[in-house]
């Protein structure tokens, strides 16, 4: 079992820490709203993720995969919220935290996006397929599979709000900020055409 749950593992932190849509959103809110408000964002994010976990290791990632359809739509989905998410950065603003109309993302939000998260859908196809481990019953198997998928992205994503909290402080002057905002946008454009590639 160990030389199914090392590989696992791996392959969780490589794939979990690593640049991706979840990242970005969370640096952003890290920045914008600090860590303490961005926790329901992280936990979203690993609760939607280890729901689609589930969803492929029962199967339905590879009808996802099968059906070039919800694939399109999928990907579809996922470019335009990035496309949105881009928009909405390039006058971000650091000066307030809890003033004006704008809120983090909830954890119901966040959970959700996970369904049109195209990095998301690799990664729990990728590792359903390749790291689920052989135990009977299968509900078993996938329950191992998804714990340690989930105890691993955690922290991996929680470490990109926090290094957005600690941005925060760096962020006072206006220059910085049209420079960081800049770098944001691009990042998320390039998240959003990296999908088709």
Do not use: D
Not at 54 to 76: D, E, N, Q, R, W
Not at 127 to 133: I, N, T, Y
Not at 138 to 147: A, P, R
């Amino acid at each position: 079992m160990l030389e199914t749950l090392l590989p696992l593992a791996v392959f969780a932190f490589v794939s979990s820490i690593t640049p991706g849509p979840n990242n970005i959103m969370l640096t952003s809110s890290g920045i914008m709203f600090g860590f303490n408000r961005t926790i329901p964002h992280i936990l979203g994010v690993t609760f939607g993720f280890g729901l689609l976990l589930v969803l492929c290791a029962a199967g339905i990632g590879g009808l996802v995969l099968a059906l070039p359809s919800i694939h399109v739509i999928l990907k579809t989905l996922g470019s335009a919220y990035l496309l949105y998410l881009a928009w909405k950065l390039r006058n971000m603003s650091f000066k307030s935290e809890s003033g004006g109309h704008r809120k983090p993302m909830t954890f119901l939000g966040a959970a959700a996006f996970q369904a049109a998260n195209p990095k998301a859908w690799i990664m729990g196809i990728t590792s359903a397929s390749a790291f689920l481990p052989p135990l009977q019953p299968i509900w078993l198997s996938i329950g191992i599979y998804c714990l340690v998928f989930c105890v691993i992205n955690l922290p991996c994503v929680g470490v990109w709000a926090g290094a957005g909290s600690v941005l925060r402080r760096y962020l006072a002057q206006p220059l910085w900020q049209r420079v960081f905002c800049t770098v944001m946008v691009l990042l998320t454009i390039y998240s959003a055409v990296s999908i088709w590639l």
